[in-house]
């Protein structure tokens, strides 16, 4: 049994995974709730294998996934990076299960080490360098998604993909270019928040809007609450809403609005990009329920018909990758099912081969 | 009739007379700019004049715009002694109040004071030259063309700020770009170089200047998306604004760094950009040179960045009008600037942008000019900008709407 957890900067999941098999459950952001968590687990010797989905840290990591030693431990205390409450969560879990769990194996999944890579131009800001020096720059995310969709994407291609864009679609959409396997830009950025507008994230919004909030007495939290948690789709539904509520509401003009928006930000992002890499070879669609935005995608699709992309809707829907793509297409079109859990029990399996 | 108009930017005051003829052929016929108002330094301010070809330089002190304009208009009716029928101002940014050019009267003029800080450098400006043309022509008509105006057709999906409506509304939190009479200009100018009209173009323009920069989408004779969003700060990477940047970041800045909410304006607006990257220039132009030289380590970034968000936008904008049949250049750096130009148009085959690249080096910086290669599916175009021809011609258009309603 591999036990998973991802603390999301709002609430803490975790995932008990055996045969393929996951059970997860999701519980606000506390700094004591793993006791709880691993006491519930009852034996505890059957857990070959921990896996923590680290969300941020500014520890320049070469690899994405890595075995926990007492002195990478060390080094990431060192290196908390800009959310020290989200760290502070972090080790506690960490140190929780290391010391309950010894003999297991503790494996850390670094989801920004992804873009890494990011060349200058698209991995900082144009603000005085000397704040570039200190960290102040795009980490991006859901890295670990792309490279998993982009490894499998170039697994089952019978031609080289140098170009690609890869979108995940969801609560938390955003968008990565992709050369020759590695990341090059990114739609978030030093947070999550900027980018395509999220669920409840407002994504790219003119930053003069924060001084003048500021200037009618809000104070930083409220802002960040604001900004981060009452915006995106939620603000314009007037209700809480994930995109799959939007897409299944009844119709209305708060619906059409904000599919509106929605579309328009995931299709000029993807446009943003082709112009980055200088054209395309391949669109990469990722979601968990991916059957639930297909509206989403072929709207996407059928924007990008002028770079030369037509695709079908396939044939065999149970493949977690299916090949969208038209037999005329000038440009491969991709769409792959994802679970977190799967991806990081793969991840950690494949380092745990490796070590052996 | 003669046309005075008056072209503010923050440190300058441009004008230009036109004469307005029976079949709107327009004239200019007297021209000039005030430098270096305000500003203090080891130069001096001055007022240059231009008239048959011939120019005059006055150095005189300039503490201020209106004391520029008044200055200017003692030398149109003592030095030359030309009759005005009509005075126009640009108007940086109407707060949503406006959508087109309008006559000053008094219920106008309280709503111009009221968009007061939304432009709070440019707005106040332009106010106090229209103040002083009112003082010295107290009977003469007087309107205003609107920066922000081409852009008040930009749809919902590409204006809206996705925070809570009442928030939006109270604040009036929306994407009002900036540059429009400009990019008014350049579709226009472009439709006439092609031959064509503006609704059977979609066109990207990039609004390049020494100050300010910005990307617009045009489609169908209407702007439908650009790079400044509510303020200027927004887009591209611009000789001292930051342009795009996480909304969060700042947040984090001023509660972890300290910084108070107008220090970290100051960072964002004048400290950042070019001047922020390279840490030696907000001049594109110096970071070309220094680059070429490979003397400063932050050069290259700093040119790479202005180059990559420009592309990105470019991108962009071409996805959502599903192709492009022209790629326009204007102001001072987009028209003058082959190096600019040539990285843009790098690696564009994609969507059809074919650069020729022994055209883009001879562009000429006084008529539109075309740069694409004779394959290029986009016709790649440089074109000067003429602010002000573009605000006599909406003061031509109201006498005209003015006449009509008389009739």
Known sequence: MILLFDNDMSNLSFCRAENSRFHSETRAFSTDCCDDIVKNIGDTEKIEAVG????????????????????????????????????????????????????????LIYDTAFFNRLPPEAGTYAVPYELSKKG?????????????????????AK???????????????????????IAVETSMGFTPVEGILSSTGCGDIDPTIVFYLQSVGMTFSQITQLLSCQSGLTALMGRQAGLADVINAPACTAKDAALDIYSYQVKRYIGSFIAVLGG??????????????????????????????????????????????????????????????????HNIRRLLDKEK | MNVLVFN???????????????????KVILAGKAHRIGVIGTESSFIEHEFEGKSQKITVSLENHRQAAALIIKYIREEKNIDIGLIGHRFVHSGGYFNKSVFIDDKSLKKLRQCRPFAPIHNPISLSVIDESKTAFPQLKQYVAFDSAFHSTIPPCAYTYPLPEKIVKKFRFRKYGFHGLSYLHTMHQTAEFLQTSPEQLRIVACHLGTGGSSVAAIQNDRSIDTSMGFSPLTGLAMSTRCGDIDPMLTIYL???????????????????????????????????????????????????????????????YITIMGGLDVLAFTDDIGVSNWLVREKICDSMNW????????????ADSEKTYR?????????????????????????????????????
């Open chain 1, 52 to 107: 923590y989905l680290l969300r941020h840290s500014t520890e320049p990591f070469e690899k994405q996934v890595v075995s926990l030693s007492p002195q990478l431990l060390g080094s990431l205390r060192q290196n908390t990076g800009f959310f020290p409450e989200y760290s502070d969560v972090t080790f506690k879990i960490i140190d929780c299960c290391m010391g309950k769990m010894p003999k297991a194996a503790h494996v």
């Open chain 1, 136 to 156: 102040i720059r795009r980490y991006g995310g859901f890295g670990l998604f792309h490279s998993w969709a982009v490894e499998n994407v170039l697994a089952s």
């Open chain 1, 159 to 181: 031609s080289p993909l140098s170009k690609i864009i890869s979108v995940y679609i969801g609560d938390h959409t955003n968008v990565a270019a992709v050369k020759d396997g």
């Open chain 1, 280 to 345: 395309v070879d391949a669109v990469i669609f990722l979601a968990d329920k991916p059957d639930l935005y297909s509206l989403v995608i072929s709207q996407i699709c059928r924007q990008l018909e002028f770079v030369g992309l037509k695709y079908n809707i396939p044939a065999n829907k149970e493949d977690f990758l299916q090949d969208l793509t038209d037999n005329a297409s000038l440009v491969k079109v991709f769409c792959l099912k994802c679970n977190k859990w799967e991806i990081m029990v």
């Open chain 2, 8 to 26: 503010c930017g923050s440190s300058s005051l441009n004008y230009k007379i036109f004469q307005l003829g029976d079949n709107k052929d327009d």
């Open chain 2, 254 to 316: 001023m509660s972890v760094y300290g910084y108070r909410a107008d220090e970290m304006q100051e960072l964002l607006e004048k400290k950042s950009g070019l001047l922020g990257i390279s840490g030696f220039s907000s001049d594109i132009r110096d970071i070309i040179n220094i680059t070429s030289k490979g003397e400063k380590e932050q050069a290259e970034p700093a040119l790479n960045m202005y180059v990559h968000r420009i592309k990105k936008y470019i991108g962009g």
């Open chain 2, 351 to 362: 969507c059809g942008v074919g650069l020729d690249k022994e055209m883009n080096r001879r």
């Open chain 2, 371 to 407: 740069i694409n290669k004779k394959d290029s599916k986009v016709s790649i175009l440089t074109v000067p900008p003429d602010e002000e021809r573009i605000i006599f011609l909406e003061g031509a258009k109201l006498l005209q709407t003015l006449k009509e309603k008389s009739r």
